[in-house]
């Protein structure tokens, strides 16, 4: 069995910068966490605080959208459902077997914590290690935002998953002269350089 862990981001000062050209220090915490453990089944299973959602393949996950009827098993599904796109647009090898995965989070949601990215950091490192894709950091953090902001349609900026998958204390500079490919955050969910676009998810389309 696979477990991995990942924990809560506290912002020291300046959240939320990363949706108004500010600056933040943030760092994660012990006190709390997300737990995914995973491991090999015949078939996909999902299950978050007791309550299951099944998949017989993974054209099945690929297909799935927001219109679940645990609506605790959207986020999950989409950060699984993101990973395999990455995948496949980037042309990384998916090993052919499946996965039952259970979830625990004690981080209490709506308080600001990153409840949401250490959820699907937690997820994305065991995906990662179970099918050896050897996803490096900037991969795993680009898949969990963008599983928020275009599956899931939230709003959402990368100073949450980067520091939530980092577990150190981070310095974000998003002013306006330091991350000039960022276009109006008036129109945009995202900074351009996490632009909600199934083209990003592409490497080779960055510019």
């Known amino acids: 069995m696979i477990i991995k862990k990942a924990y809560p981001r506290v912002s ?11 600056k933040c220090l943030s760092m994660t915490f012990k006190n709390f966490h997300a737990i995914c453990k995973l491991k090999e089944s015949k078939f996909f299973k999902i299950t978050l605080n007791k309550k299951s959602i099944f998949f017989p393949d993974l054209n099945n996950i690929l297909l799935s959208d927001n219109n679940l009827k645990n609506k605790e098993l959207i986020l999950p599904t989409a950060a699984i459902k993101t990973f395999f796109n990455y995948c496949i647009l980037n042309k990384i090898k998916i090993l052919k077997k499946a996965f039952s995965l259970n979830l625990e989070i004690t981080i209490p949601f709506s308080l600001g914590l990153s409840g949401s990215s250490a959820l699907s950091i937690s997820i994305l490192r065991a995906l990662n290690l179970f099918y050896e894709t050897n996803l490096n ?33 981070v310095f974000m500079d998003f002013s306006k002269e330091n991350y000039p490919k960022s276009s109006s955050l008036e129109k945009a969910k995202v900074h351009r350089d996490f632009s909600s676009t199934k083209e990003y998810l592409n490497p080779q389309t960055k510019q």
């Open 137 to 169: 950091q900037d991969e795993i953090e680009l898949i969990a935002l963008y599983s928020e902001t275009n599956e899931q349609q939230a709003y959402a900026g990368p100073q949450d998953p980067l520091v939530v998958n980092r577990e150190k204390i």
């Open 12 to 22: 020291i000062a300046g959240n939320p910068a990363d949706g108004f050209w500010g």
